[in-house]
């Protein structure tokens, strides 16, 4: 077998056609020519000779023909004229030909771009080594129902010493950051991790080197850069290794430098695209304190990273890290308050960065596009029915000239491949273009949603589609045409489109549509209808017209070590002082023109899972039930300006401001003592709750005037209540209200703030004069964003609105295309049915009757359609029940409109040609023949 | 030739063998091949030209025999083959599996 020449001589007999048969022609002359020699030799004639020889070869034309079908390059031949026919076919059909590759490029394009999304979040590896195998090991507090917490250093040791389930472990935690001085302060985030860390990410630095341990072992002050950040503040300069950045860190006077060791490549990024630098955790300025403590929530915040050993698996590892908790339990137990305890969650790092709520919801919106391809299918297997219901005959002639059916099968079968190929393509152009436009408009909202594009992933997606897409429309009428009983279709004169098993193959291509459309509607309805009563949820507070600012305060210069010693007289002062200047400000903001008042608080849309705890005197700390509290300091104006309702009580006032600091630097209690004379003696500071923290805390209580404290067994800190407020949806309106203690905001250096002003314009029109008065009553001080109350509102159910869009878009062209199907059918019929409407209208049918006729026909078989989609529907919305908000999966309203809106548009779809039929011309119907 | 009625079609399998054997000794045309097995075969077998081209087409391309034109007398060209190196081991090794296959036949026969 030589492959060189199987190749060689085939091309040349594809391409040298005539010189090959040539060459084929000359061997078999010379054959006959010695052949008849020979003859000759036996004394015949040469005429004689020249016959004998010709048959005892035989066909001459068969053999040649043999010899030429034996090699592959004949099949491949065949192929190429079947596919010329074929294009020749379509372009004498130009109508037929563009209906089908516009219903084809939009049903294999909308597969397509919601493919190239689920490729881009949930298939396309992180740019990690092994990134399948990555999971995030965190705590999971069972005792106060918190997931997914930080660990201290101590115990992420002891599992990555105890544990074998893991290659390897390395741990990070990031933090805010600003980088430069002065002029050229900015803000960004680093991450302090362990020294092993790039190389168990399988990244290395595009120039210089990574951590090392013995930077760690040293606690040098080194960092590895993100490209980003090189070209900003480096210039992308060659000789950047060795430079220096200055960094501002908590508990350091002004900002320290480190030394730039090494550079990362553009497409790198841990654990988030925000992160731009990467120190070694022992730089870390509590680093030595922290690193001993096992308990305490100061010392665990840091996460830990693994790499699953080949072969095993979350669920073991989880076990086994389960039994290595109990150990240390065991081992280090601490009575503290908020210990969180040694269970460990283990989560696959994908999951962590594209929620398994996503990865659902983008599944199931695959399936809906998938339900519309179908629907664009049975369109296209619906007209090739009816093209080819007018090539009966020319296919009749051919069997009975003697065609393999299995030729004709094939002919047709390519036919579809050849309009499935162009489809899909025109699709692939489609969908890139729409996927470029989705990544730039939704980039920021949802994950890896930036790296979207169209791959080789994506593109073998697309070729599959299109070939199943072919398959599917094209088989059964290919099977259906070659088989044609030769001679009956030859008698009949038949028209386009008719054939009683042509028609009811089309009557259930419609049936089919109009339920997957139906199916496709439901879902869209559902998400429609749960956006709706999402944004029916009151918020607790009014965000319209509402200018959001954040903002950090500016550095203070650091103590004296005089100051240090009078730090009881020195702080308080200066905490008033602060506190006196912000006041000053939200009193000039609000005298501004077209502002109505202005208030700050800590983080007007919480992120993260705040879990402060507190202990109630007289209480079983058991009884303080698990889930989130937040504390949230602010200003005595916040509620007004965001028009947070009073329950009961009273709001803050400035004179609770300066109670917090007299509580805040009063005496130091002895620890002693019992609790109820700790209370005694102590400063509360007046703090005002929400409806939810009463609820949990004070259940048919009245809590006013009730205290709490914290740190119950140390430092212990009282608070007392002296109003209710109503609750807030400060995680998003689809999320639970937490209970929160709002107490008095005092800025502290370098603290961050969310300013919120309430105006009567558009709130963005002021924030620069507010900038302005930011910036000069505290100079230093930073403002990262800007933006509105409702947009960041808005943004909360970003994901939510995008399954929406998506699934409602995906609705409306299974519902276009479903209408063009029922169009098409009763089109169809109404011609086939002419003469019998001329008849009618004859003897005396009005065009109503006419109408009503073809309306009643034509809306026969989506009716059942509809009918059998709504139980289709009804038992498949289930699976999307979690990505519902407010609603269940079988809403009677959403069916009803469902219902509808198909309805209406198969009616609309009936009713054109239905109108065409009333106007026929009973005189010319009936002279048809 | 005479047309003994009692011979037979050569069987695709042994018809390339045959080739190969013809062409071992030197290069010869269609004709010639034929000619030469129909006379060592005593005419018991009978070399039907259809399969002999595919033959050729199969043997040239597998590498087991090159193909040269020569020109003939009034002006007609003639297609000669030859034997690789390729086909004299493929020769031999069906020479092996014919002999071994007939001992076996011989045997059951035989017995």
């Not at chain 1, 070869?57 to 004229?81: I, P, Q, Y």
């Not at chain 1, 790092?349 to 199931?364: C, E, F, P, T």
């Not at chain 1, 969908?431 to 980039?443: C, F």
């Not at chain 1, 199907?821 to 086939?832: L, N, S």
């Amino acid at each position: 077998m030589s492959l060189h020449r199987q190749l060689t001589r085939g091309l040349r007999a594809l391409f040298r056609k005539e010189t090959a048969s040539r060459e084929l022609d000359d061997e078999v002359r010379h054959y006959l020519d010695m052949a008849t020699q020979q003859h000759m030799r036996t004394g015949m004639s040469r005429a004689d000779a020249e016959r004998a020889a010709r048959v005892e070869f035989g066909s001459v034309e068969a053999a040649k023909e043999e010899v030429r079908e034996s090699g592959w390059e004949s099949s491949l031949d065949m192929l190429g004229r079947d596919v010329r026919y074929a294009l020749r076919g379509l372009r004498r059909n130009p109508a037929f030909t563009a209906v089908v590759v516009a219903t084809l490029a939009l049903g294999i394009g909308a597969t397509t771009a919601m493919f190239s999304v689920v490729n881009a979040v949930m298939l396309r590896p992180l740019p990690y080594r092994d990134a399948s195998r990555l999971v995030l090991i965190r705590t999971d507090d069972i005792r106060r129902g918190l997931h997914d917490e930080g660990t201290a250093f101590r115990t992420i040791d002891d599992w990555r010493r105890q544990s074998r389930s893991f290659e390897d472990v390395a741990f990070y935690r990031t933090e805010r950051t600003t980088l430069g001085s002065t002029d050229t302060r900015e803000r960004s985030r680093r991450a302090y991790v362990s020294a092993n860390f790039l190389g168990f990410l399988g990244a290395a630095p595009i120039l210089g080197r990574g951590i090392t341990a013995a930077d760690e072992e040293a606690r040098a002050p080194v960092a590895v850069i993100s490209h980003s950040l090189w070209q900003r503040r480096f210039a992308a300069d060659s000789h950047v290794v060795g430079k220096t950045l200055l960094l501002e860190e908590g508990g350091k006077d002004g900002p320290t430098p480190v030394t730039v060791v090494g550079v990362m490549d553009p497409r790198f990024y841990f654990p988030d695209k925000q992160t731009e630098l990467w120190t070694p955790a022992t730089i870390y300025w509590r680093w030595q304190r922290e690193s001993i403590e096992r308990a305490p929530e100061w010392a665990r915040r840091w996460t830990a990273i693994g790499r699953l050993r080949p072969g095993v698996s979350v669920d073991a590892a989880r076990d086994e890290l389960g039994v290595i908790g109990r150990r240390l339990e065991a081992e280090y137990p601490s009575n503290l308050p908020d210990f969180s305890g040694y269970v460990a969650s283990v989560v696959p790092v994908l999951d962590h960065v594209a929620g398994k709520r996503l990865q659902l919801a983008l599944l199931l919106l695959l399936g809906a596009v998938g339900l519309v391809l179908l629907v664009a299918c049975a369109n296209v297997a619906s007209l090739s029915l009816a093209r080819g219901a007018a090539r009966h005959q020319e296919f009749a002639i051919r069997r009975a000239l003697g065609a393999d059916r299995w030729r004709l099968v094939r002919q047709l079968l390519i036919e579809s491949f050849v309009l499935s190929g162009v489809g899909g393509a025109v699709g692939v152009m489609f969908a890139t273009l729409g996927t470029r436009l989705l990544g730039a408009v939704a980039a920021a909202r949802l994950p890896r949603l930036d790296e979207i594009g169209t791959d080789a992933r994506v593109l073998a997606f697309a070729a599959a589609l299109s070939i199943l897409a072919g398959l599917l429309f094209g088989v059964f009428p290919a099977v259906r045409m070659s088989g044609a009983n030769a001679t009956e279709s030859l008698k009949e004169a038949t028209m386009a489109g008719s054939g009683v098993a042509v028609r009811r193959a089309r009557g259930l291509l419609v049936l089919g549509e109009c339920c997957l459309a139906v199916m496709v509607l439901a879902g869209a309805g559902l998400l429609l209808r749960s956006l709706q009563r999402l944004h029916a949820v009151d918020p607790g507070f009014d965000p319209s017209h509402v200018l959001a600012m954040r903002i950090e305060f500016p550095r203070e210069a650091p103590e004296t070590a005089e100051e240090r010693t009078q730090v009881s007289r020195i702080a308080p002062a200066r905490a008033r002082g602060r506190e006196q200047t912000l006041n000053d400000l939200v009193a000039r903001i609000s005298a501004m023109p077209g502002v109505t008042s202005a208030g700050f608080t800590d983080d007007m849309f919480i992120g993260g899972e705040p879990h402060a705890s507190i202990t109630i005197p007289g209480r079983e700390a058991a009884s303080m039930g698990t889930g989130q509290l937040n504390e949230s300091p602010v200003t005595p104006g916040f509620f007004g300006a965001m028009r947070v309702p009073l329950r009961s009580g009273r709001y803050l006032t400035r004179e609770d401001a300066f109670t917090k600091v007299r509580a805040l630097w009063s005496s130091p209690v002895a620890t002693h003592l019992s609790l109820a004379e700790k209370e005694r003696t102590a400063v509360h500071e007046p703090v005002v709750v929400n409806e939810a923290f009463v609820r949990r805390f004070f259940p048919g209580e009245d809590p006013l005037g009730k205290t709490f404290c914290v740190d119950p067994t140390n430092k212990t800190y009282w608070y007392q209540i002296v109003g209710v407020v109503g609750d807030m949806h400060r995680q998003g309106l689809d999320r639970q209200v937490i209970p929160e203690y709002f107490g008095s905001l005092l800025p502290s250096p370098s603290a961050r703030a969310d300013l919120m002003v309430r105006t009567n314009a558009d709130p963005l029109t002021i924030a620069g004069t507010v900038r302005q008065l930011v910036t000069s009553a505290m100079p230093g001080s930073l403002i990262p964003s800007v933006g509105t109350a409702d947009r960041q509102l808005g943004d909360q159910s970003a994901e939510r609105a995008f399954q929406t869009v998506l699934l409602t878009l995906f609705a409306g062209l299974a519902l276009s295309l479903a209408a063009v199907g029922i169009y098409g059918v009763v089109h169809y019929a109404v011609a086939e049915r002419t003469r019998e409407i001329g008849v009618r209208i004859a003897l005396g049918a009005s065009a109503a009757d006419v109408v009503a006729l073809v309306v009643r026909q034509g809306l026969r078989l989506p009716f059942i359609g509809v009918m059998l989609g709504l139980s289709a529907a009804l038992a498949g919305t289930r699976v999307m029940s979690h990505l519902l908000f407010g609603v269940n999966a079988s809403d009677p309203i959403t069916y009803a409109g469902v219902v509808l809106v198909l309805g209406v548009v198969s009616f609309g779809a009936c009713l054109v040609p239905a109108r065409r039929a009333a106007r026929v011309d009973p005189v010319m119907a009936l002279r048809r023949e | 030739m005479a047309e003994d009625p009692r011979s037979t079609d050569v069987v695709q399998g042994t018809l390339d063998m045959l080739i190969l054997k013809s062409l071992s000794l030197q290069p010869m045309h269609g004709f010639g091949i034929t000619q030469r097995i129909e006379q060592i075969s005593k005419g018991v077998f009978r070399v039907n030209p259809g399969s002999l081209m595919l033959a050729f087409q199969r043997l040239e391309r597998g590498g087991f025999i090159d193909a040269e034109w020569r020109a003939t007398e009034n002006n007609r060209r003639a297609k000669y083959y030859s034997l690789t190196k390729s086909g004299r081991s493929q020769l031999a090794q069906e020479t092996r599996e014919w002999e071994r296959r007939s001992a076996a036949i011989a045997r059951l026969l035989e017995a």
